[in-house]
Every structure is written in structure tokens, then in C-alpha cells.
């Protein structure tokens, strides 16, 4: 990526992506454990999920941003696929807040049972295609980072994420089990990918304020 950045825009675009993520993979775990139950347990998990898809895109735009112009056309490609992902997983998961739980909390789960969040159901798979497309995001990203430094790692967690794309819509279309522990790698890739993305783009924020405060430095000193 270029040296210059998009500010402290990147950064807090970057670093809040990081947290949703964290937080998903957290109630996602607790829940596995059986810690987090019942309705408590989907709304935390979805309302997590909600939070990813619009910081993940606003960072996407800042790595876009940043990218060389030489090498921008892979990370706008990258940005279009993360809108795609945030259309689809936002439909699957407001749909599960704010029509499926509230009814079957009062009892009717039957009258939004087309839309319940099961396997091979539509909007099981409506979320599949999402996350698989959030995966591509991050694939066509790769060519925009340098091979040395924390962009490297970026670049490594990239690649991986783009990969788990394959048993993700494989697990999200035909339901198969024995690859649900290459679905739970994405709770590493993604949260990785963001965090290190908020240092990178912290760093390159940091340095910007002090060249401007060095800058302004000298303009009041030729003034005086």
C-alpha cells in the first residue's frame, strides 16, 4: 500500500471491525460451550454480525484508499465484494432480529418458519453467499500489499481467509459438518486481518500527525 493513508478515518474504520469481530467470535464460542443459550445467544450473535458488515466495508474503502494507483483495480474489486457480502448477511440477519426471533418469542415461530435461520434453509444460505463473498473481498485485496513489514501478515491472513471461501459456501449451501472447522478458522482470519490493518493504518495516522506538527513547527518559525 502507499505510505500515505486515509488518516484516522482508516484506523477507527479498522479498529472497529476488529472489535465486532472479536465480539462475534466470542458469543459464537460462549455459545458453542453452552454458556450463552436461547434467544439471548442469536440475538447477541446476530446483532454482532450486524455490527461487522458496515465497519468491514468502510474499511475495505480505506484499503482501497491506500492501495497504489497501479494496483487500485484489485481493491475496488475487493470493495465490491464487500458490499455484496454486507447486502446479503444484513438481509439474513435483520430479517432473524426483527421478524423470526420477535415471533417466535411470542409464540409463532410457525408463521416465519420459511425464514428461520437453519440449515440449508434461505436464509442460512442468503448468509453463506454473504461470508463467501466477504472471503473474495479479502482475496482480491492481495496483490495491493508489499511483502515485507505487517502488510506481509495482512497479506498471509488475506490469502487464508480467501480460501476458507471454499468450505464456508460448501458448509453454507450443502450443510456438511466435517468442514465446520474450517468455517470457525474465519473467527481467526477475520479478526487478524482487521486488527492488523487498524496497526497498520494507526502507524501511518501516527506519522502523518507528526509530519503536519513538524510542518506547522517550521511555518511558525519562518513567520516569526
Same mark, same amino acid.
Given at each position: 500500500?502507499?505510505?500515505?493513508?486515509?488518516?484516522?478515518?482508516?484506523?477507527?474504520?479498522?479498529?472497529?471491525?476488529? +472489535?465486532? $469481530?472479536?465480539?462475534?467470535?466470542? #458469543?459464537?464460542? /460462549?455459545? %458453542?460451550?453452552? @454458556?450463552?443459550?436461547? &434467544?439471548?445467544?442469536?440475538?447477541?450473535?446476530?446483532?454482532?454480525?450486524?455490527?461487522?458488515?458496515?465497519?468491514?466495508?468502510?474499511?475495505?474503502?480505506?484499503?482501497?484508499?491506500?492501495?497504489?494507483?497501479?494496483?487500485? +483495480?484489485? $481493491?475496488?474489486?475487493?470493495?465490491? #465484494?464487500?458490499? /455484496?457480502? %454486507?447486502?446479503? @448477511?444484513?438481509?439474513? &440477519?435483520?430479517?432473524?432480529?426483527?421478524?423470526?426471533?420477535?415471533?417466535?418469542?411470542?409464540?409463532?415461530?410457525?408463521?416465519?418458519?420459511?425464514?428461520?435461520?437453519?440449515?440449508?434453509?434461505?436464509?442460512?444460505?442468503?448468509?453463506?453467499?454473504?461470508?463467501?463473498?466477504?472471503?473474495?473481498?479479502?482475496?482480491?485485496?492481495?496483490?495491493?500489499?508489499?511483502?515485507?513489514?505487517?502488510?506481509?501478515?495482512?497479506?498471509?491472513?488475506?490469502?487464508?481467509?480467501?480460501?476458507?471461501?471454499?468450505?464456508?459456501?460448501?458448509?453454507?449451501?450443502?450443510?456438511?459438518?466435517?468442514?465446520?472447522?474450517?468455517?470457525?478458522?474465519?473467527?481467526?482470519?477475520?479478526?487478524?486481518?482487521?486488527?492488523?490493518?487498524?496497526?497498520?493504518?494507526?502507524?501511518?495516522?501516527?506519522?502523518?500527525?507528526?509530519?503536519?506538527?513538524?510542518?506547522?513547527?517550521?511555518?511558525?518559525?519562518?513567520?516569526?
Amino acid at each position: 500500500m502507499n505510505t500515505n493513508s486515509p488518516g484516522k478515518l482508516a484506523f477507527w474504520t479498522a479498529f472497529f471491525a476488529a +472489535v465486532f $469481530s472479536v465480539m462475534y467470535s466470542i #458469543f459464537q464460542i /460462549l455459545s %458453542a460451550l453452552g @454458556v450463552l443459550t436461547g &434467544y439471548v445467544s442469536q440475538i447477541l450473535i446476530f446483532g454482532a454480525s450486524i455490527l461487522i458488515a458496515p465497519s468491514f466495508v468502510a474499511m475495505m474503502a480505506c484499503v482501497h484508499h491506500a492501495a497504489s494507483d497501479s494496483k487500485k +483495480v484489485w $481493491s475496488q474489486i475487493g470493495v465490491l #465484494f464487500s458490499v /455484496l457480502y %454486507a447486502v446479503f @448477511v444484513m438481509i439474513a &440477519y435483520m430479517t432473524e432480529l426483527f421478524v423470526v426471533i420477535p415471533h417466535s418469542m411470542r409464540g409463532e415461530a410457525d408463521k416465519v418458519a420459511l425464514l428461520a435461520f437453519n440449515p440449508e434453509s434461505i436464509m442460512y444460505v442468503i448468509d453463506g453467499l454473504g461470508y463467501t463473498f466477504m472471503c473474495m473481498a479479502t482475496l482480491f485485496t492481495v496483490p495491493i500489499y508489499i511483502d515485507t513489514g505487517i502488510e506481509k501478515w495482512i497479506k498471509r491472513m488475506s490469502i487464508m481467509n480467501g480460501i476458507l471461501g471454499i468450505p464456508i459456501f460448501i458448509v453454507y449451501t450443502h450443510f456438511q459438518p466435517v468442514l465446520l472447522f474450517f468455517v470457525a478458522l474465519w473467527m481467526i482470519t477475520v479478526p487478524g486481518i482487521c486488527i492488523l490493518l487498524a496497526v497498520r493504518f494507526g502507524g501511518a495516522a501516527y506519522k502523518d500527525n507528526k509530519a503536519d506538527t513538524h510542518n506547522r513547527k517550521i511555518v511558525n518559525i519562518k513567520i516569526s
